[in-house]
């Protein structure tokens, strides 16, 4: 994982907790920023850029529900949610709301940490996958360009102007064209 401070927002009106927890975070070198209900956390969200987010189930203001479908109608950040009674309706709500993962009161600070280093690494893996699909892509469409470029001038004329407007398909269309045409 980068070395880069990543952003936590972290939604919990149990000041307790809310206060252990940041501290414990810092240490860890996660820049955290505490809030203590929905509307606040919705604030937060709005205005600035996180990598995580944990979010408590039962908040004053607006709950926990609310706060992950309307952060989750906007984006894919990794949601952690905490939940006090640690019912099996209230973990299926979390996740079917579109949580990633919920951790039940009381819980440890050393288990909350592995649960985000999981969650962040499952996040940058999904946005791995989605470079590593535009580099095979590329690394696709290079061959096809080099072989374009080896065709005698007139049919690079020919078919240079076109995979200028479809990069990567034309030279396809291109090559099968030209093994009828000049084969
Ligand atoms: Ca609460």
């Known amino acids: 994982m980068s070395n880069e401070t990543r952003r936590i927002l972290l939604v919990e009106d149990e000041k307790a907790i809310r206060d252990a927890v940041t501290a414990y975070l810092e240490r860890e070198n996660y820049w955290v920023t505490a809030v203590g209900d929905g509307q606040e956390a919705l604030e937060e969200f709005s205005k600035h850029h996180f990598d995580l987010v944990i979010l408590d189930l039962m908040l004053p203001r607006v ?19 905490l939940t006090a009674k ?13 949580a990633d ?9 050393s288990e909350l940490l592995a649960r985000i280093r999981t969650a962040l690494r499952h996040s940058q893996r ?12 590329l690394g696709l469409l290079t061959p096809t360009c080099s072989v374009v470029c080896l065709l005698p001038q007139v049919q690079f004329n020919k078919f240079g102007l076109a995979a ?5 398909f034309i030279p396809f269309g ?10």
């Open 63 to 81: 709950p926990g529900e609310r706060v992950c479908r309307a952060i989750r109608d906007n984006s894919d950040v990794p949601i952690i949610m």
């Open 86 to 98: 640690g019912e099996v309706e209230d973990r299926i709500i979390g996740l079917e709301l579109g």
């Open 101 to 109: 993962d919920y951790l039940v009161k009381p819980f440890g600070t």
């Open 174 to 183: 291109a090559l099968k064209r030209s093994g009828k045409e000049w084969s």
């Open 164 to 168: 200028l407007v479809v990069p990567g």
């Open 126 to 137: 999904a946005a791995g996958t989605h470079n590593n699909s535009v580099q095979l892509k």
